[in-house]
């Protein structure tokens, strides 16, 4: 058995065949967990999962990109993304919804900040503070935190910025999860330090640079999950084809030989520590 922690497919990009996709995922022995990156898609997620006796999970939450009004992701929302705030309302309705296990995706990502300092400020100003609604929301409901990090390239300012906000709302007394981290090992251990879990994607199975390797190999067996992040990342060897959750074998592939454990054994500890962080 595996989970895909981190999947998409209540984004526009299944439209046409997501009940399709989770049913196969679940034919192979594959739960997924799908999260949103605002209300609208939050809602889809739980909205999916309400359509199966088991093994479908939502999270639901607000993606730092939203927060302003810059981002445009044709394979996420069926309409133009607009800038959105954190609705304590909305998304007190929808976390009651027996299937709503996480919040998030939040965090932050300063990947592609506009060139005007002072907008640059405002953005990760207001990046920071929604973060932190979250993280105060996912404590009162007592729900796993799933959280994206994107730095601009070559800098550590968003891994000092997210750690000083983990500390300030003590992050540590929570379950919560890094996912699809990338960066060096010296923010992955301190993540680490304060009991976060990871999640490692298709990116470990074509990263040619050998950090995901090392990254996969600090990461301690019980702290580890799989995901596919789809239909971003496709892992090898069907890089080019869109991403579902049944690809998530692929990922636990590569795992399994960088850890140099079977197959089984990876499936087995992912899983269960998937299901010790969402409480499934
Ligand atoms: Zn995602």
Redesign the pocket.
């Known amino acids: 058995m595996l989970i895909d922690t981190?999947a998409?497919v209540n984004f526009k990009a299944y439209q046409e065949d997501a009940k399709e996709v989770l049913q196969r995922a679940l034919s192979n022995g594959v739960w997924v967990i799908n999260?949103g990156?605002q209300i609208d898609t939050s809602r889809q997620a739980a909205e999916l999962a309400g359509q199966f006796a088991q093994g479908v999970y939502a999270v639901i939450g607000l993606?730092p990109e939203h927060t302003h009004s810059q981002h445009v992701d044709e394979e996420e929302t069926h309409f133009k993304t607009r800038e959105e705030d954190f609705s304590l309302p909305a998304y007190a309705e929808l976390v009651v919804h027996p299937k709503v296990v996480g919040i998030g995706?939040c965090g932050l990502d300063y990947y592609r900040l506009p060139e005007d300092k002072a907008l640059h400020e405002e953005i990760k100003r207001k990046q920071i503070e929604v973060f932190r609604k979250q993280i105060r929301f996912a404590k009162q409901y007592d729900k796993a935190l799933v959280v994206?990090s994107r730095p601009e390239k070559g800098s550590d300012e968003l891994y000092h910025d997210m750690l000083r906000v983990f500390e300030e709302e003590k992050v540590s007394e929570m379950r919560f999860v890094v996912?699809?981290y990338t960066h060096s090992p010296e923010f992955l251990e301190k993540f680490l330090t304060l009991g976060a879990y990871v999640s490692f994607n298709g990116i470990i199975t074509f990263d040619k640079t050998g950090n995901m390797k090392k990254l996969v190999e600090l990461c301690p067996m019980e702290k580890m999950l799989l995901e596919t992040?789809c239909p971003?990342l496709t892992p090898a060897p069907n890089r080019g084809k869109r991403n579902e959750p049944d690809f998530v074998r692929f990922v636990a592939g590569k795992a399994a030989e960088i850890k140099q454990l079977s197959q089984a054994e990876i499936e087995t500890a992912t899983f269960d520590n998937a299901k010790q962080l969402f409480k499934i």
Request: proline content about 0%; glycine content about 0%.
């Open positions: 981190h998409h999260v990156s993606h995706e994206h996912h699809s992040d971003y």
